[in-house]
T-cell receptor, first 115, second 112 residues
Framework: DTGVSQNPRHKITKRGQNVTFRCDPI?????LYWYRQTLGQGPEFLTY????????KSRLLSDRFSAERPKGSFSTLEIQRTEQGDSAMYLC?????????????FGPGTRLTVT | QQQVKQSPQSLIVQKGGIPIINCAYE??????FPWYQQFPGKGPALLIA?????SEKKEGRFTISFNKSAKQFSLHIMDSQPGDSATYFC???????????FGTGTRLLVSP
């Protein structure tokens, strides 16, 4: 399968703990995005990378959130001091920059539950 | 102005029917409008997308109709099947910006 992969698929953590999620994009894609989706809502943009550079961050991305894409391939999203309001599905997407660059392909997501 | 308004919230049709899902936007800088299909526990899957220079696009049983003057676009699913039962999201993005702005979703149920 050459689609976007995310790990873990599910994460249960206690309030106050730190969590880290990983996303592996489609291999030739140089753009990578993180979105958050809560129950019954559409995905909301968090941040995106072109190669290693983080080019845009949403106001939703508080200082407890940090994302990296160190070598322009996989990316990690870390949430520090988790809160119950962080419970959501975290989705990663990738695309290829260029004329067709806006076609974003999503992974299966990581469902986070904060107890 | 960054919002995309989607309706209806839910929809039930019989097998073979043609469900229609509508979206409206205010920001005339939006220039790319995709539709995504999402099954429970899965990520959204890109179905079909359109740009404002065309009024209609078909891919298989899925058709997007686009009305630039009304700032509205809609998804039609021809000959709907029970396997089409899912949540559908419209989205939009602006030239030069990468983020997609999503609608709130429509839960479609196609009865056998």
């Amino acid at each position: 399968d050459t689609g976007v992969s995310q790990n873990p698929r599910h994460k249960i953590t206690k309030r106050g703990q730190n969590v880290t999620f990983r996303c592996d994009p489609i291999s030739e894609h140089n753009r990578l995005y993180w979105y958050r989706q809560t129950l019954g809502q559409g995905p909301e943009f968090l941040t995106y990378f072109q190669n290693e550079a983080q080019l845009e961050k949403s106001r939703l991305l508080s200082d407890r959130f940090s994302a990296e894409r160190p070598k322009g391939s996989f990316s990690t999203l870390e949430i520090q001091r988790t809160e119950q309001g962080d419970s959501a599905m975290y989705l990663c997407a990738s695309s290829l920059a260029g004329l067709a660059g806006v076609e974003q392909y999503f992974g299966p997501g990581t469902r986070l539950t904060v107890t | 102005q960054q919002q995309v308004k989607q309706s209806p919230q839910s929809l039930i049709v019989q097998k073979g029917g043609i469900p229609i899902i509508n979206c409206a936007y205010e920001n005339t800088a939006f220039d790319y409008f995709p539709w995504y299909q999402q099954f429970p526990g899965k990520g959204p899957a890109l179905l079909i997308a359109i740009r404002p220079d065309v009024s209609e696009k078909k891919e298989g049983r899925f058709t997007i109709s686009f009305n630039k003057s009304a700032k509205q676009f809609s998804l039609h699913i021809m000959d709907s099947q029970p396997g089409d039962s899912a949540t559908y999201f419209c989205a939009a993005s602006m030239a030069g910006f990468q983020k997609l702005v999503f609608g709130t979703g429509t839960r479609l149920l196609v009865s056998p």
